[in-house]
């Protein structure tokens, strides 16, 4: 299964719950979170999508370091069902 089906679902799922989504890039810094997921009542995530089995780069998993110390919720979700267990955790 491709990344980008995984992202399309991911997408998919927040917007039927209400969410927003927006891609994210960095200017002149590698290993952005892929989407920054923002649910009502301003719960906000920043989430890395993979294809199955898929694993961040090592230039990822330190941003998603930086981003969790400063105490931001990063996700890295890497199949449908995973897409699934994430929604059914922070929008049931």
């Not at 301003?42 to 090592?58: I, M, Y």
């Not at 110390?69 to 955790?89: K, M, Q, S, Y």
């Amino acid at each position: 299964m491709l990344e980008s089906k995984v992202e399309q679902h991911f997408v998919d799922c927040a917007t039927a719950r209400g969410g927003e989504v927006r891609k994210l890039t960095y200017i002149g810094r590698r290993g952005a979170p892929d989407r920054l997921l923002i649910l009502p009542h301003g719960r906000v995530f920043f989430v890395e999508l993979k294809r199955p089995d898929g694993k961040a780069e090592d230039h990822q998993t330190r941003e998603h370091q930086r981003l969790r110390r400063i105490g931001a919720d990063v996700r890295v979700l890497d199949t449908l069902e995973a897409v699934d267990a994430f929604f059914n955790e922070v929008a049931p």
